[in-house]
Nanobody, 124 residues
Framework: QVQLVESGGGLVQTGGSLRLSCAAS????????MGWFRQAPGKEREFVAT????????YYADSVKGRFTISRDNAKNTVYLQMNSLKPEDTAVYYC?????????????????WGQGTQVTVSS
């Protein structure tokens, strides 16, 4: 059974930081890129960041580049999203996802499994 467990969301002030974690089952994590997406109220879900299985390649949405960092620990089957300099527009439900392939993608259709989401709220 595929299982993704996200944690680390919460309420933070503008300029603050949060670190999201997503733990996956070993089978789910194996040989797969991982991604983070987010969905703000009234908006469609959008790509945030992705990392290849090896961790050697990362890619970010322009809106978070330079502020967010994606990383993974394959020994722990966990992917992280370090979010710094948070802004009110970063408020959303954040989802981690397991890629169909080892390489990165910004497209939702290239992700097979999704977590339940964790709420991030940035107050002004």
């Amino acid at each position: 059974q595929v299982q993704l467990v996200e944690s680390g969301g919460g309420l933070v002030q503008t300029g603050g930081s949060l670190r999201l974690s997503c733990a996956a089952s070993a089978r789910t994590f194996s040989n797969s890129a991982m991604g983070w997406f987010r969905q703000a109220p009234g908006k469609e879900r959008e790509f945030v960041a992705t990392i290849s299985f090896s961790g050697s390649t990362t890619y970010y949405a322009d809106s978070v580049k330079g502020r967010f960092t994606i990383s993974r620990d394959n020994a722990k089957n966990t992917v992280y999203l370090q979010m710094n300099s948070l802004k009110p527009e970063d408020t959303a439900v954040y989802y981690c996802a397991v890629g169909l392939l080892a390489g990165t993608s910004t497209k939702e259709r290239m992700y097979a499994y999704w977590g339940q989401g964790t709420q991030v709220t940035v107050s002004s």
